[in-house]
């Protein structure tokens, strides 16, 4: 007959298997913004990591995923959305020189066009230009492609927004090109190359003086799934490619446009409260691009630069919301930024997280913090309305510190009663 355990030794196993317990249960539960280690102690569409231009040196979990509107609100016009996208979304650091000279030039972006898209980007920024005898991706120096500047041919990127659509029969995705391309016919045929001819939108098709677009449903189903804006207007009727500022608004890119408590219109774009074009693009990045100040920019100066451009554009909602580095941030950053805005805007909840499909506006599901939207100061009920991307409510980002989730709670308790039991065994 076996003897009976010593009480210590069945203390000693438990402690060892709450030990145990805790590891297994800290990793992969982390929410935004809670301390972490390394990237498994993070939820799904998290990363692990900090910013110290904001003055958070501390790791935590940080959002790299987009929740995509069109997956929570759908059926509506194309112009009622916001969408993320990347600042020269093919400059990307670490990318090896395709032209066997070192790359001396600035970087706006850490990971691959691929990812960028997986990651819930649907719009790109590509600049294009005339080099070796093909269309490639290069910045410029008066308008110039250098192999010292040179990314890759143009081509090669295309076929990984081909790739991307194909996996994804319901996606949409808008690429504006930076066009320095003067090769007759240059960019039809690197388009065509790429075989994204069968996604194109068509420009006949486009609507003008802002009126809305058709809905995004009817866009899918027609394979009309590929937005293309040149900033070349003599392509729209050599080319059949849509002058960037005939359809779109859009605010001043780099220094210049970054002015606090305002938004000026980029000089080709007409103002930003006209009503002659039913998109909004709104820039908001440095002209020289520095990694570790984005996650600043993009969480601090971002909200702000959101609500400035929203009174200057007339309550007009940014369509598209163009950034360096997106997914540098102290937490929700550009992601959080968007969420807000659709959740307002499709739904009447702070965020669109709390959307419920089919629900009456303002009917938000409680996903643990307040996302119903708060009624004005100048109003006693909530109301608001959507005309096109013009929206009559307010627009206003707080910062929202959520208290302890369950699983840090339940983490604290456990390492508690381990601290007290190895108490108990010495």
């Known amino acids: ?28 539960s982390c929410q935004v913004g809670e301390s972490c280690s390394a990237a498994r102690d993070c939820g799904v569409g998290l990363y692990c990591g900090n910013c110290a231009a904001a003055g958070r040196t501390q790791p935590s979990c940080i959002r790299d995923l987009a929740i995509q509107p069109t997956s929570v609100v ?141 809905s995004v449903t009817d866009m899918v189903a027609k ?38 408590g305002a938004c000026p219109n980029r000089k080709e774009s007409q103002p930003l409260n006209s009503r002659s074009a039913s998109l909004f693009l709104q820039n908001y990045f440095p002209t020289i691009p520095v990694e570790n100040e984005a996650c600043k920019e993009n969480s601090v100066g971002l909200p702000q630069m959101v609500q400035a451009c929203y009174a200057a554009a007339g309550n007009r909602i940014p369509n598209f919301i163009a950034v360096n580095f997106y997914m540098r941030s102290d937490g929700g950053g550009v992601f959080d930024v968007q969420d807000r805005i659709n959740g307002l805007t499709l739904c009447g909840c702070n965020t669109i997280a709390a959307c419920q499909a089919g629900a009456p506006v303002g009917a938000c599901k409680n996903i643990g913090t307040p996302n119903r939207t708060s009624p004005s100061s100048s109003s006693s009920s909530f109301s608001s309305s959507v005309n096109g991307n013009v929206y009559s409510g307010t627009i206003e980002f707080k910062t929202h510190h959520s208290g302890a989730s369950s699983t840090s709670t339940r983490s604290s308790f456990l390492l508690l009663l381990s601290v007290l039991l190895t108490l108990k065994l010495f």
């Open 223 to 260: 394979n009309r799934r590929l937005l293309v804006f040149t900033s070349d207007p003599s392509k729209q009727a050599s080319e059949g490619i849509a002058y960037q500022w005939s359809y779109l608004l859009e605010n001043e890119s780099g220094d210049p446009g970054i002015v606090p």
């Open 1 to 28: 007959m076996a003897a009976p355990r010593h009480p210590s030794s069945l203390l000693l196993s438990l402690h060892v298997a709450l030990l145990l317990l805790l590891l297994l249960a800290v990793p992969c």
């Open 74 to 214: 759908r059926g509506l016009p194309f112009n009622r959305y916001t969408w993320l996208v990347t600042h020269n979304s093919f400059s990307i650091l670490g990318e090896p020189s395709r032209t066997g000279v070192e790359r001396v030039t600035f970087y706006n972006q850490e990971d691959s066009v691929t990812n960028q898209l997986r990651n819930g980007v649907r719009g790109l920024m590509l600049d294009m230009y005339d080099f070796n005898d093909d269309v490639w991706l290069c910045h410029s120096l008066q308008g110039q492609c250098y192999n010292f500047t040179a990314f890759e041919p143009a081509v090669d990127t295309l076929k990984e927004v081909e790739a991307f659509l194909s996996e994804n029969p319901t996606e949409i995705v808008t690429i504006f090109i930076e066009d320095y391309v003067r090769s007759p016919m240059g960019l039809s045929k690197v388009f065509t190359a790429a075989d994204l001819m069968k996604y194109w939108y068509p420009i006949s098709e486009m609507p003008t003086n802002g009126k809305e677009w058709p």
